[in-house]
């Protein structure tokens, strides 16, 4: 497994991290008119806004985890997890202020936060797979 180690090692993580971070902001402040048109059923959008941040806790939890060298501290879940909800509250608003195609809407919020919940309950009982 040291291959795999490797591969996941602090730098790549926090790379990868951070451009998916900064690959969800620029989608969730581009304009709708410049994304292609989909007809989705109704609430499908809290499903990918779950989707999404659900991904976005889990990389950065796997990057905690390789960081304080395979161990997860309740102190950094939680901090992850309040940074994500203000990330979530901070791009509806500016989703409001900034585009002229998007409003802001509080049930994204609690969408982005649920998705950030699921993410940490399901990476606590896989993270062994990352971990020796």
């Known amino acids: 497994m040291p291959d795999i180690s490797r591969l996941l090692g602090n730098k790549f993580l926090l790379a990868l991290a951070i451009i998916y971070s900064l690959g969800i902001t620029v989608l969730f402040l581009m304009p709708?008119?410049?994304l292609p048109k989909m007809h989705?059923?109704?609430?499908?959008?809290?499903?990918v806004h779950l989707l999404i941040h659900f991904g976005?806790?889990?990389?950065?939890?796997?990057?905690?985890?390789?960081?304080?060298?395979?161990?997860?501290?309740?102190?950094?879940?939680?901090?992850?997890?309040?940074?994500?909800?203000?990330?979530?509250i901070v791009i509806e608003l500016l989703q409001g202020t900034?585009?002229?195609?998007?409003?802001?809407?509080f049930n994204d919020v609690i969408a982005n936060f649920s998705g950030a919940l699921l993410g940490v309950l399901v990476f606590r009982n896989v993270k062994r797979f990352f971990a020796p």
């Open 40 to 47: 989705l059923p109704g609430g499908f959008d809290k499903i």
């Open 98 to 105: 900034l585009t002229v195609s998007r409003t802001a809407d």
């Open 56 to 88: 976005l806790v889990c990389l950065w939890q796997l990057y905690l985890l390789k960081r304080y060298n395979n161990t997860l501290p309740l102190k950094s879940i939680l901090f992850l997890l309040a940074a994500i909800l203000i990330y979530g």
């Open 32 to 34: 709708t008119s410049d």
